[in-house]
């Protein structure tokens, strides 16, 4: 099975920047897309971006487009969330997945990675 383990969240100031990562371990031959989604509390998870493994085409949310970019070194198996002109809006945990065909959805998760946004 396919392990994701992200790291990189903390406490940033409204306007400032983090870089989440997430180095996936095991089959990772496997992975046809890797992505990000957030879960804030009393809300359901959400959508963050997404980036193809093998072509690096990429999908964002309209909330995160022109702030977020997310990427992935395929050498190191780890896909990244750099975060930039964050919001206090954006304070969630922030999940990272993978899709591992022939499921067409997010089969595996990592544990998540709490960001928060001060105002």
């Known amino acids: 099975q396919v392990q994701l383990v992200e790291s990189g969240g903390g406490l940033v100031q409204a306007g400032g920047s983090l870089r989440l990562s997430c180095a996936a371990s095991?089959?990772?031959?496997?992975?046809?897309?890797m992505g990000w989604f957030r879960q804030a509390p009393g809300r359901e998870r959400e959508f963050v971006a997404a980036?193809?493994?093998?072509?690096?085409?990429?999908y964002y949310s309209d909330f995160v487009k022109g702030r977020f970019t997310i990427s992935r070194v395929n050498a190191k198996s780890t896909v990244y969330l750099q975060m930039d002109s964050l919001k206090p809006e954006d304070t969630a945990v922030y999940y990272c997945?993978?899709?591992?065909?022939?499921?067409?959805?997010?089969?595996?998760w990592g544990q998540g990675t709490q960001v928060t946004v001060s105002s």
């Open positions: 997945a993978a899709d591992t065909p022939p499921t067409s959805a997010f089969n595996y």
């Open positions: 095991g089959p990772t031959f496997t992975i046809y897309r």
């Open positions: 980036i193809v493994w093998n072509t690096g085409r990429t």
